[in-house]
């Protein structure tokens, strides 16, 4: 069982900055790729964001250029740097695995893990 924890969510104005930070224990051998998702009230679960084992990240266009994965494999955690927020990123934010080494590995990152509790996000004046 690998157990995920997220921390760091809040309110902060549009053009704020937040990080997000993935305590991840347990059985963590195997572990390929870690991903962050967002939840939008009333809107599915997206990713977006992810970084392998190997330190290769992607991003979903609606986050590319803002957002910034990165991971310290000393301290299990996996975080995400929030730049320039704008009202539409206001979610609760998720962490969570994908324990299969893929080709396509952003588009067919598939979460293995049970879902934490999740980091609300509000960006709001």
């Known amino acids: 069982q690998v157990q995920l924890v997220e921390s760091g969510g809040g309110l902060v104005q549009p053009g704020g900055s937040l990080r997000l930070s993935c305590a991840v224990s347990g059985s963590i051998f195997g572990i390929n790729a870690m991903g962050w998702y967002r939840q939008a009230p009333g809107k599915q679960r997206v990713l977006v964001a992810a970084?392998?084992?190997?330190?290769?990240?992607n991003y979903g266009d609606s986050v590319k250029g803002r957002f910034t994965i990165s991971r310290d494999n000393v301290k299990n955690t996996v975080y995400l740097q929030m730049n320039s927020l704008k009202s539409e990123d206001t979610a609760v934010y998720y962490c969570?695995?994908?324990?299969?080494?893929?080709?396509?590995?952003?588009?067919?990152?598939?979460?293995?893990?049970?879902w934490g509790q999740g980091t609300q996000v509000t960006v709001s004046s």
């Open positions: 969570n695995f994908d324990r299969i080494k893929r080709s396509n590995w952003y588009d067919d990152f598939r979460p293995f893990g049970s």
């Open positions: 970084i392998t084992t190997g330190g290769s990240t």
